[in-house]
């Protein structure tokens, strides 16, 4: 794929998938949005090798979602921690575990709790100006214009 034409384009879902479209990139995401920051945690919590990783880190603090901060300078280490465009992405990670329970939920699987009221979320998306759910009305796909 040709990432930097997907980044570029004028479909705004191939721009965001080239910034976080790969499943190691979105469960970084999730991680970051649940407390870890550093390079072990992710590594220890995801099972994913080092080199992958270093990688996904890489390309999400290029991508802006993550920013690194030095929190030792000797050894230098830093730690990862999420940027206002990935804390803007965190509901579409909610809407992906909703679509993911429905209809691949068989067995044990985890609920994300509302922390101040204990209930499981159940996350919609809803257009703005209308507060209709999307999905339950027909949509058509404008272009820019030249």
């Excluded at 649940?34 to 080092?50: C, D, I, K």
């Excluded at 909703?98 to 699987?109: E, F, L, P």
Aim: contains cysteine; positive net charge; glycine residues 8%.
């Amino acid at each position: 794929m040709d990432n930097d034409k997907l980044s570029t384009g004028t479909c705004p879902i191939s721009r965001g998938l080239a910034r976080v479209g790969d499943v190691w990139s979105m469960l970084i995401l999730r991680d970051a949005s649940l407390g870890l920051t550093r390079f072990e945690q992710f590594r220890t919590s995801l099972g994913v090798a080092p080199n992958i990783l270093t990688r996904r880190l890489k390309a999400l603090t290029e991508g802006g979602l993550l920013k690194k901060v030095r929190y030792s300078k000797t050894p230098p280490r830093d730690e990862y921690q999420l940027t206002e465009a990935g804390r803007d992405f965190l509901p579409v990670l909610h809407v992906i575990a909703a679509w993911g329970r429905k209809h691949n939920g068989a067995g044990k699987i985890s609920d994300l709790i509302d922390v101040e009221t204990g209930a499981a979320i159940e996350p919609v998306v809803v257009d703005n100006k209308t507060n209709a759910p999307l999905g339950s009305r027909a949509l058509r796909l404008v272009m820019p214009a030249n």
